[in-house]
């Protein structure tokens, strides 16, 4: 039996780096300082795995070998006119700078998760930057700490204890010492934890905080309501905002991916420029795959871009909208994918999950989804994070290192490994 | 292999070289006294100039700066793109490229070695990561730790060994490679956003005795303190400061305060400080009204105490993007642009912010900074402690040294400039009366010698026998080549190597990569006595979880994560 500390948890974007588990015969029997999605996955990631490697024949998947597979999905990929990586959020950095280099040399495309979920904080950041800090500030100084559309203790069970509210910092000892305000269109969970509750109505983001604006900078509102809030409540918020030492505003997929999109993120960063005039004041996406972030990161510094990357020219080209996984997939324009460590089927448009099916597809993961069960090549991989180990990043961009804790099943490799093969099976075919 | 560069026009001042026609040989990766001509693979340099790889004592290539610079600026990227080739990954960006194209980037200009300057020990990783993309070249980074709690509460309690022990142990642990001090105290400050504080330190003259709030520690006291660290673990290279007041007019007076604040801890003519991009640091005036080069007075004090190197931050006119561990200032900047703009505070340690800029020539400020750079080169009298860089990408990308190199080594070509700039800058600077031009020894020296040598590289910056058989060639003669003149084809040759070794291998032809390797990361690996690491482990594991959001354990990155772990030993007392 084998207790191992410090284990960095492969599952949302806290990243906790303080959980221990039990090891015995190759198996986790027991897992401490675990939220409960943590604990449930690594209690339970062994089961209902992907035993081998898949191919579809007549309707349905068979087995077939490791290399029979590599060299299928290598066939797709160099077939294809305008082929795409997709995924690897949940996987190591290691693994992903992979993806990326398969991507260039196939000439196609590579895009993550980003693109369904904090897509619009990149365009945001490209019109007027983000004032940010990490974690570790907000434990220690934020006297203000705003939830944004976002639920953390449910998708971030942890942040509010570790981080965040409830977290024992070196100027914040007390819970007392901080407030709490969460701006949802609905009651959560998270709502009950909350100092101040606005519950606004759905789409009328932007309109609250360019009202926040206004009041804050020039002059009053002579409208009675803003967003659903009656003003009188809105200029309380204000003043709340401009008084406190240190602010944080934490922000989630209620902000990015409801109506204005980018435009509600450049409005809340140039809210927190605003706010910087009077407090320090500062904002944090809540990232939620655990190694998004990190996605963003290599991508970014082997392409010059975050995600929705296009190589089909030979250099890296950017434009979302256009050249995202999802737009090359809407307008029938990619002609087969490798899909690593995702689900799109499960979480694109109908449509669009439509035409990923039109065309040749392989997926790697460590378990069955929807999209592997439509997939035409289908490996199995290490869950990474637990029997395979790399880099991660967490949602405010420090990196930390993945363990393996546990060996895989025999024949099962890391998705760095997979990739690895499927390039080098490329290169050889290319001579 | 063997490798014999026949006939070269030879520049090696740390063997007083000195335009020397003579062969250069290599076996393997180190440079040797002689090789079989008839089996060796032969060069022919007649009438070229050869020097050792440049080595770049500060410039921003890697980390989390760098990498939020280019997520910021898509449109940095979209003129500036570079293809894949048969040997070079794609990529792109001008003053942020990506991690591959600057490896080549560099490597066409015929350098061979860059050091990272700043990043946070808990983002040490990220560097890191980056090192292993950036190809050819041999790297290191710095650390923060100017603005570092527990380096603060060390010094506060006098406990010097003990800060020493911890300034180690964080060296050892990130895999960092020296001292690095950025705004000393303003960042605490700006973490609070207390502008009362920060406008306080940036008003003259009193600014190194001002007590950071909550902590009572003042700016001379920490870098005098990480002195005394610096030379208790025998670093290789100096406390590297970027002084109080960056950007402010007047800090000048700052400038000279902060080298003089460790005066007293000199031994001997061993530089024990070294000031960064002093152009930024090197303003005179009150206010952009009467703003004013200071370059004379800064360059007065350090051409006589030689206790202080420093490097000059070029400005150029070009639209770049400016990065820098000194949070408070890019909020500033920010404020003054009204550009874009990223701020990232670090836990216990650092911050940093990030603000595009483009400077032009016919802004007065701008063109009195341009000046600035140049005048400080110019007055230096000792180019073994005064480095050529723009703080990439700060001044501007690194691209531009060929730019630099010829305002250096000709007056006409400073003069084009001169008569194109404001008026009224021309009459804040001294830069239009000064005669003198770099000639190819002082060049050498400057770029490559002197940096080489500051670093505590001994293998590097020379070609003597034993060194790295780092090398450049530039298709230039300069015998025949009159600099002041000819600038515009030093330039050129300047920009395109025409040959690049990198231990022994040929990486660059012609001005293009024919050869992509991967390059050493050095990092410094401090040797104290095992009793006070102890203790000063234990101590630091009681407190570790207080502090950090990250355990003690994860703080540590793995030797085998380092791409070609070169640590170089560093002995206690």
């Known amino acids: ?31 401490k ?78 895009d993550n998760q980003t693109v369904t979920c904090h897509g619009p904080t990149a365009l945001g950041l490209h019109d007027v930057g983000m004032p940010t800090c990490t974690l570790g500030e907000v434990r220690h100084r934020a006297d203000l700490i705003v939830y944004w559309g976002c639920n953390p203790e449910e998708a971030h069970p942890r942040h509010l204890k570790r981080y965040s509210v409830l977290s024992k910092g070196r100027f914040r000892k007390e819970r007392e010492e901080r407030k709490m305000v969460i701006i949802d269109v609905r009651k959560t969970k998270s709502t009950k934890q909350a100092d101040l509750f606005l519950q606004i109505e759905p789409g009328q983001d932007f309109e609250l905080m360019s009202a926040l604006r206004v009041i804050l900078n020039f002059d009053e509102i002579e409208e009675e309501s803003v967003a659903g809030l009656p003003i009188e409540k809105v200029e309380e918020f204000a003043e709340l905002l401009r008084n406190c030492e240190f602010g944080i505003i934490f922000f989630g997929l209620g902000l990015t991916m409801s109506r204005g999109k980018e435009r509600n993120i450049d409005a809340a960063v140039s809210l927190v420029r605003d706010l910087n005039k009077w407090a320090k004041f500062s904002i944090i996406p809540m990232r939620g795959h655990y190694n998004v972030t990190g996605m963003n990161e290599v991508t970014a510094w082997q392409t010059g871009y975050a995600y929705a990357v296009d190589l089909s020219h030979g250099y890296p080209w950017y434009n979302p909208g256009e050249t995202s996984f999802v737009d090359i997939l809407r307008r029938g324009e990619c002609d087969a994918a490798l ?93 | 292999m063997e490798l014999l560069i026949k006939n070269g026009v030879v520049y090696d001042p740390i063997n007083k070289i000195d335009g020397e026609v003579m062969d250069i040989a290599i076996k393997d990766n180190k440079i040797v006294d002689m090789v079989d001509e008839s089996k060796a693979y032969m060069i022919d340099a007649s009438n070229k100039l050869v020097m050792a790889g440049g080595v770049d004592v500060h410039t921003h290539i890697a980390g989390p700066k760098m990498n939020t610079g280019r997520i910021l600026r898509p449109e940095d990227h979209y003129g500036d793109v570079a293809p894949k080739t048969q040997i070079k990954r794609s990529g792109g960006g001008y003053s942020t490229p990506s991690s591959f194209v600057m490896g080549y980037r560099y490597a066409e200009m015929g350098y061979t070695t860059a050091i990272e300057p700043a990043n946070s020990p808990i983002k040490m990783l990220h560097c890191h990561h980056e090192f292993r993309d950036i190809p050819i070249l041999d790297k290191s980074c710095f650390v923060l730790f100017g603005n570092n709690w527990f380096v603060w509460e060390y010094l506060m309690e006098n406990k010097l060994d003990e800060c020493a022990a911890y300034v180690a142990w964080v060296l050892n642990a990130t895999k960092g490679y020296a001292i690095k001090i950025v705004d000393p105290g303003a960042v605490e400050a700006w973490k609070w956003g207390d502008v009362e504080f920060l406008d306080i330190l940036w008003g003259r003259p009193q600014t190194m005795d001002q007590q950071v709030p909550r902590f009572g520690i003042t700016s001379r006291d920490i870098i005098r303190g990480l002195c005394k660290v610096n030379k208790l673990l025998n670093l290789p290279h100096p406390i590297h400061v970027h002084p109080n007041g960056l950007g402010t007019p007047g800090n000048y007076q700052t400038t000279i305060e902060t080298m003089d604040c460790v005066k007293d801890l000199a031994d001997g003519d061993k530089p024990i400080i070294h000031m960064t991009h002093v152009q930024f ?101 000792d180019p073994w402690r005064v480095f050529i860089t723009t703080d990439h990408p700060n001044g501007g990308p690194f691209t531009n040294y060929p730019k630099l190199l010829s ?6 070509a400073r003069q084009r400039i001169i008569n194109k700039i404001p008026k009224r800058a021309k009459s804040k600077t001294n830069l239009e009366s000064m005669d003198r031009e770099y000639s190819f020894y002082e060049i050498a020296t400057t770029t490559r010698a002197a940096t080489a040598k500051i670093l505590g590289l001994k293998d590097k910056g020379h070609l003597g026998v034993g060194a790295d058989a780092d090398i450049s060639i530039y298709d230039m003669d300069p015998k025949e080549i009159n600099p002041s003149k000819d600038y515009k084809q030093l330039r050129k040759a300047f920009s395109k190597a025409m040959f690049t070794i990198k231990e022994g291998e040929i990486v660059v032809k012609d001005g293009e990569t024919v050869k992509s390797i991967d390059g050493r990361v050095y990092w410094v690996k401090p040797n104290v006595p095992s009793d006070l690491m102890n203790a000063m482990e234990s101590e630091l594991a009681g407190k570790f979880d207080d502090y950090y959001t990250v355990s003690m354990q994860n703080f540590k990155i793995p030797e085998r994560y380092i791409m070609r772990s070169t640590p170089i030993a560093a002995h206690y007392g």
């Open chain 1, 1 to 31: 039996m084998a207790v191992i500390e410090d284990v960095v948890c492969p599952i949302c974007g806290c990243v906790c780096d303080d959980i221990i588990v039990t090891v015995e015969d190759n198996k986790i029997k027991k897992v």
């Open chain 1, 33 to 110: 300082n675990s939220c409960s999605i943590s604990a449930t996955k690594f209690l339970n990631f062994h089961k209902h795995r992907l035993p081998s490697p898949l191919i579809k024949k007549d309707g349905d998947q068979i087995p077939i070998s490791l290399e029979e597979a590599v060299e299928k999905v290598a066939k797709i990929l160099v077939n294809a006119e305008y082929p795409a990586i997709y995924g690897l959020a949940l996987s190591s950095c290691e693994a992903q700078g992979l993806g990326v280099e398969l991507a260039e040399e196939i000439g196609g495309v590579i």
């Open chain 1, 339 to 431: 899909i690593i460590a995702s689900d799109p089927v499960a979480h694109f448009p109908k449509e669009i999950a439509r035409n990923l099916c039109k065309i040749p597809f392989a997926v790697i993961d460590p378990h069955p989804s929807i999209s592997s069960l439509l997939a035409d090549i289908v490996i199995p991989s290490a869950f990474t994070g637990i029997e395979a180990e790399g880099s991660a990043y967490r949602m405010d961009a420090v990196p930390l290192r993945l363990k393996k804790v546990l060996e895989p099943p025999p024949g099962i490799y890391s998705d760095e490994e997979i990739i690895s093969m499927i390039l080098e099976k490329i290169r050889s075919m290319r001579g």
């Open chain 2, 281 to 381: 640091n090197g303003y005179g005036g009150s206010d952009w009204v009467n703003f004013r080069s200071g370059a004379y007075e800064i360059m007065k004090y350090v051409n006589a105490n030689k206790h202080v190197s420093m490097d000059l931050g070029q400005v150029i006119f070009t639209n770049t993007t400016t990065m820098t561990g000194d949070g408070p200032f890019e909020y500033r900047l920010y404020r003054l642009t009204k550009n874009k703009w990223t701020n990232a505070d670090v836990e216990v340690e650092s911050g940093a912010g990030i603000v595009p800029m483009h400077y032009k020539r016919n802004n007065f400020v701008h063109a009195v900074m341009w000046a600035i750079g140049l005048e400080l080169a110019l007055f230096a009298k």
């Open chain 2, 407 to 412: 305002w250096l080594m000709s007056k006409e």
